[in-house]
């Protein structure tokens, strides 16, 4: 698949769910309304449009949310994905989760084939971390965080930098993560969807942490790259890597090579425009996959060169309406 800026597309972000056992602030409002159930892809169709897009050339799949890992049988659908690695058709299955599940699915995951994970981890503190996820405990991440490391994952944390917020944390958690032996990607908030707070009050650009940082730390600019938007840096002193994506202060998309799908099979070319194209009527049209390929192609020629973010005083609304919970981070 290439689109029409020359950009290969082989990174398919799939959201199974846009349920949640958390409310994270900059996320989702309290009162969230989810997509009726009855819109929502089976296990199957989602094996199905995965292996579609496997067969264009993706080669590497992270199934988000929401929570992946509150969606009811979700092992069915990774086992069942677990054979693309076997066959090398994909190099690699991940998950971006919030680890609350991690202690019950962590050597699972191992035994589907997958190698590393995304947890999110805004940060160390108990009460603040209620505070910014509503409903989560951070006993229960710390827990799953063990049990994923013991099954023997890698494991990065990601975190989103909030001014005010977590910006007093910020050398705490790359210690902790240096003692742990995560790898700590930094992430600017995005406007995304409505949400109760006012982004603009915790917003932090990246360029400002990251000269903070460079004021302890040798930083070393490197050119790790994981497939995805990430920027990273090392740290001389020990090697530990850290990275930052900047959606924000810095457009990362002359080199995007992902999608995404949400849970009721609607395409985005792009995680902050509108434009989509349903796949989920292309998959039920036909079983051999023949409306899935055209519209999947078809939707890959319209992919825009880029998104435009932007969070100030004077634009107050979302650049676009849907959550990340619903396109998937
Ligand atoms: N529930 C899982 C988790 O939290 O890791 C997966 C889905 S979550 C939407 C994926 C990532 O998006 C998380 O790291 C989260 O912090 C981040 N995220 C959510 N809303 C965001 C926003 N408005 N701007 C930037 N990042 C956001
Ligand atoms: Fe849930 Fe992840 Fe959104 Fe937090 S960031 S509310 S954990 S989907």
Redesign the pocket.
């Known amino acids: 698949m290439i689109d029409p800026f020359g950009r290969h597309i082989s990174y398919l972000r799939v959201s199974v769910t846009d349920r949640?056992d958390f409310r994270?602030v900059?996320?989702m409002s309290e009162d969230m309304t989810f997509l009726p159930k009855s819109d929502v892809l089976t296990l199957e169709e989602l094996d199905r449009l995965c292996t579609a897009f496997i067969a264009k050339g993706v080669r590497k799949l992270r199934l988000?949310?929401?929570?992946?890992l509150v969606r009811r049988d979700i092992m069915t659908l990774i086992n069942g994905l677990g054979r693309h690695l076997l066959s090398g058709a994909l190099d690699e299955l991940t998950l971006?989760?919030?680890g609350s599940q991690l202690a019950r699915y962590a050597r699972d995951l191992v035994g589907a084939g997958i190698k590393r994970i995304?947890v999110?981890v805004d940060t160390l503190d108990p009460a603040k971390f209620t505070r910014i996820t509503r409903w989560g405990k951070l006993d229960q991440v710390l827990g799953g965080l063990q049990a994923a490391k013991e099954a023997g994952l890698r494991i990065k944390i990601?975190t989103?930098a909030l001014r005010g917020v977590n910006d007093d944390e910020t050398f705490e958690l790359i210690d902790w993560c240096g003692r742990e032996g995560f790898d700590l990607t930094f992430?600017?908030?995005?406007p995304?969807g409505e949400v109760d707070v006012a982004r603009v009050d915790n917003y932090m650009p990246l360029s400002l942490l990251k000269a903070r940082i460079g004021q302890r730390h040798d930083m070393r600019e490197s050119d790790h790259a994981t497939g995805g938007p990430a920027r990273y840096v090392t740290l001389a002193e020990t090697g530990q890597r850290l990275g930052f994506i900047t959606p924000m202060t810095h457009n990362f998309c002359e080199s995007c090579n992902r999608v995404r799908v949400t849970c009721t099979g609607m395409l985005y070319m792009c995680l902050g425009q509108e434009d989509s194209a349903d796949l989920r009527a292309a998959l039920r049209a036909d079983a051999d996959n023949v409306a899935l390929n055209d519209a999947i192609d078809e939707a890959i020629g319209r992919k825009p060169k880029g998104h435009d973010f932007v969070i100030d005083r004077r634009r107050e609304r979302p650049a676009v309406s849907r959550h990340?919970?619903v396109t998937?981070?």
Do not use: K
């Open positions: 949640c994270c900059y996320c988000t949310g929401g929570e992946p971006t989760t919030n995304n999110s990601n989103v992430i600017e908030t995005m995304l990340m919970s998937g981070g």
